[in-house]
């Protein structure tokens, strides 16, 4: 079965740092990859997503994610952190024949000034 | 509507009880999901909803669980006789139309308590 796995439950980087959020995914054919963040009493919303052709894709608020097939990954990162990133981040595959999205566990983000 | 609603965004029962959910999804989106989100978990999957297509219910945990969808509109998640593990945050999304790579925009969820 299709399964995301996101190895780091809660990151804490400082203000202005770098970020890598990592997911792993299980998956036989070539996935439709998304990020999504979900702010503190918010729904979620989608960061980026992947399809096909480019393996680095650019998103919303200067994220972006690189997938890499050989290595089952399609991290995200972000060069320089900004408080308001505080927040819990999903990793998502499209699973193959159907239209449900598998969702990883989540990775809970804060920033420190 | 403007995005995805749920109601109520609160809710606390006693257990035994039955719970209905609601959503609203944006209008115009033909494809609908419900995720359940429990306390330090990711999104599982309950159910999806596709136009007048047949459901895909495999996400359902009981049959204690059951949503209809009227249509293209609103969607209602029944949770009957509830139990304590039945606590979550139900997050209900929509998009717009059929395929695996559409953006799923979803409401704020409902907070379910069972006592």
């Known amino acids: 079965a299709q399964s995301v796995t996101q190895p780091d439950i809660h990151i804490t980087v400082s203000e202005g740092a770098s970020l890598e959020l990592r997911c792993n995914y299980s998956?036989?054919?070539?996935?439709?990859l998304f990020w999504y963040v979900q702010s503190p009493g918010q729904g979620l919303q989608l960061l980026l997503k992947y399809f096909s052709g480019d393996t680095l894709v650019q998103g919303i608020k200067g994220f972006e994610a690189e997938f890499k097939r050989s290595q089952s990954s399609f991290n995200l990162r972000k060069p320089s952190v900004h408080w308001s990133d505080a927040a819990e981040y999903f990793c998502?595959?499209?699973?193959?024949?159907?239209?449900?999205?598998?969702f990883g566990k989540g990775t809970k983000l804060t920033v420190n000034p | 509507g403007a995005g995805v609603s749920q109601s109520p965004s609160n809710k606390v029962t006693e257990k035994g009880k039955d719970v209905e959910l609601r959503c609203d999804p944006i209008s115009g989106h033909t494809a609908l999901y419900w995720y359940r989100q429990r306390l330090g978990q990711g999104l599982e999957f309950l159910i999806y909803?596709?136009?007048?297509?047949?459901?895909?219910k495999s996400g359902l945990p009981s049959d204690r669980f059951s949503a209809e969808r009227t249509g293209e509109s609103v969607s209602t998640l029944t949770i009957q006789r509830t139990q304590q593990e039945d606590s979550a945050v139900y997050l209900c999304?929509?998009?717009?139309?059929?395929?695996?790579?559409?953006?799923?925009?979803f409401g704020e969820g409902s907070r379910l308590t069972v006592l």
């Open positions: 909803f596709q136009g007048n297509s047949a459901p895909d």
């Open positions: 999304a929509s998009r717009a139309n059929r395929g695996r790579a559409g953006e799923l925009f």
């Open positions: 998502a595959v499209g699973q193959g024949g159907s239209e449900k999205l598998v």
């Open positions: 998956y036989g054919a070539t996935p439709y």
